[in-house]
């Protein structure tokens, strides 16, 4: 699969986890994307026995389209699937990191 980082994507990394020095929260980041680049299509990734470890799911209700990774046990990676919702999950190719959140359960 290929990644595309959003700016706020950018943005939230540069000031929420390399700027406090965050050394966990930066290796579970690259072994996401190592992941997330290691797999075929959207599928395979969420089959992936890791998937589990790092709770790779799709949110529900008005988030539907976004799918989340758990960096730590208050920092959350936002992703969206390159494609047409609902996704088939074979033809995703690409995902696009959309954002680092760490507002709803404070600081990380």
Do not use: C, W
């Not at 699969?1 to 406090?20: A, H, T």
């Not at 969420?46 to 529900?60: G, T």
Request: hydrophobic residues 30%; glycine residues 4%; charged residues 35%.
């Amino acid at each position: 699969m290929k990644i595309i980082k959003s700016k706020n994507y950018e943005k939230d990394y540069k000031k929420k986890i390399l700027n406090k020095y965050k050394q966990k929260e930066i290796d579970r980041i690259q072994s996401i994307e190592e992941l997330v680049l290691d797999s075929e299509n959207l599928k395979s990734l969420l089959l992936n026995p890791l998937s589990l470890v790092y709770n790779i799911r799709q949110k529900e209700g008005v988030l539907k389209e976004i799918f989340t990774a758990n960096v730590n046990s208050k920092i959350r990676l936002y992703m969206k699937p390159i494609g047409e919702y609902p996704y088939n999950k074979i033809e995703i190719k690409s995902i696009e990191f959309l954002k680092i959140d760490d507002k709803h359960y404070g600081e990380g």
